[in-house]
């Protein structure tokens, strides 16, 4: 079974993995699997009280397919920076990544996104939060895009992010992806 880990924070934006959670979990080819920095419950941005699957000092990085970072506030603070060892090592082993809103910041800090395309919230807000990135002229004006093993997305694109994701792991064939994309996003489903 292919291993996707969710990282769990105190305030982490809930809906930003509401659509692909459910793909992915009722999916028997993948195990989702949600941590957080110690196994203890996180409470999401939106009151939900959530109990992880295990701490971060658990993670085998030979076990991780793919590590998805929803975005929340805690990016801008420098609050979730017990997960450098884990992205940093990732990274380096070619494994993917994917952030959305406010988790692009931390991957502009640890200077990722420096020499591939990406998007965040707006080029100004990445530039901003993370003053050490350099990566402007890889910039996309886009609701999401994935470089090499990269993917980032705008934090209003929580449907685009999920197809991405989606093609990253091959959850399903790429006509699948665009139905289920079409449903969730324009309300169309073609048989």
């Keep these: 079974m292919k291993k996707i880990f969710v990282f769990l924070f105190n305030g982490f934006s809930d809906w930003e993995i509401a659509y692909l959670s459910p793909e992915i979990n009722k999916n028997k080819e993948f195990d989702l699997i949600y941590f957080s920095k110690d196994g203890s ?11 992880p699957h295990m701490s971060l000092s658990e ?8 590590l998805i970072l929803p975005g929340g506030t805690a990016w801008e603070k420098d609050e979730n ?14 494994k993917a990544i994917a952030a959305i809103c406010a988790a692009t910041t931390y991957l502009g800090k640890q200077g990722l996104l420096n020499n591939l395309k990406h998007t965040s919230n707006d080029l100004y807000y990445l530039k901003g939060i993370a003053p050490q990135y350099s990566g402007e002229k890889n910039y996309i004006n886009s609701l999401a895009v994935t470089d090499e093993n990269i993917i980032t997305a705008n934090g209003i694109a929580t449907i685009e992010f999920a197809r991405e994701i989606f093609k990253k792991v091959n959850l399903y ?5 665009e139905k289920w994309f079409q449903l969730f996003k324009n309300g169309i ?3």
């Design 59 to 66: 993670i085998n990085t030979n076990d991780v397919d793919m």
């Design 173 to 177: 064939s790429d006509n699948d992806i």
């Design 41 to 51: 419950p996180v409470l999401s941005m939106g009151g939900l009280r959530v109990l």
């Design 81 to 94: 920076n017990e997960i450098n060892l884990l992205v940093k090592t990732l990274f380096a082993e070619k």
């Design 189 to 191: 489903w073609h048989s």
